[in-house]
């Protein structure tokens, strides 16, 4: 016995549609029944995904499942989007969203040079 070939279709199927499928060897399934595709599994971490220009908050790449660790995105978000302006210094701002993305507990009074601080002992 040869197996049908199937074909996901949204319900209901008009008859002349039915027709013209089944006379095509098809099985018609709703369309709601279309198996979920899979994720690939041979994309990159987030480090070869920063690393070949794209921001780390787009990672995974649509279609591929992570191979890096919630913690490891989290860093790479936190250090690519640390610095937003691009100045090459931190505001108090940018200091205190490194410091909570980290869960790092800080004082909203501190100065910002008690923050750095805290930054920079939590990546040393």
């Known amino acids: 016995m040869t197996e049908q070939k199937i074909i996901y279709e949204p319900h209901p199927v008009a008859p002349e549609r039915k027709a013209e499928l089944r006379a095509q060897g098809f099985k018609i399934l709703d369309a709601r029944f ?7 599994e041979d994309g990159p ?7 070949a220009g794209y921001l780390a908050a787009n990672y995974p790449p649509e279609g591929y499942a992570s191979r890096s660790s919630a913690e ?5 978000v936190v250090a690519q989007g640390a610095d937003t302006n ?3 210094k931190l505001s ?4 205190r969203n490194a410091l909570t993305a980290k869960d790092i507990e ?3 009074k501190a100065k910002k040079a008690d923050l750095l601080a805290l930054l920079e002992q939590a990546e040393g």
């Open 34 to 40: 279309r198996p979920v595709p899979s994720l690939r």
């Open 45 to 51: 971490t987030v480090g070869e995904w920063v690393a």
């Open 72 to 76: 490891e995105i989290a860093e790479a």
């Open 86 to 88: 691009g100045d090459g």
């Open 92 to 95: 108090i701002a940018e200091i």
């Open 106 to 108: 800080f004082d909203p």
